[in-house]
């Protein structure tokens, strides 16, 4: 499974993005697909998952802003950001893993999301 994440940018803090994660496979419906972020200094750090079934885990910092959302039919998983702070600043990488993996087996590149206050 290869992904390619896109969709960051400069927003204002109250603002609004949407990152895609792309991938390529046959089997990505049966993935479980996350969204991890790393700021700068910081570790990377799990923001939320999405199963097959469309099950949903979120960190509590993404609690009621963040929202994941797959296309099986497209391949692609997205994660819409609202009410962005400027702690939300990070590279953002998506990830993939097989039901019943302990680890993320696949990782995407980063995408790089700034926010201005």
């Known amino acids: 499974v290869q992904l390619q994440a896109s969709g960051g940018g400069l927003v204002q803090a109250g603002g609004s993005l949407r990152l895609s994660c792309a991938a390529s496979?046959?089997?990505?419906?049966?993935?479980?697909m996350a969204w991890f972020r790393q700021a700068p200094g910081k570790e990377r750090a799990f923001v939320v998952r999405i199963d097959s079934g469309g099950r949903t885990a979120y960190a509590d910092s993404a609690k009621g802003r963040f929202t994941i959302s797959r296309d099986n039919g497209n391949n692609t998983v997205y994660l819409q950001m609202n009410s962005l702070k400027p702690e939300d600043t990070a590279v953002y990488y998506c990830?993939?893993?097989?039901?019943?993996?302990?680890?993320?087996?696949?990782w995407g590149q980063g995408t790089l999301v700034t926010v201005s206050s």
């Open positions: 496979g046959r089997t990505f419906s049966n993935y479980i």
């Open positions: 990830a993939a893993k097989p039901s019943g993996s302990s680890a993320y087996i696949y």
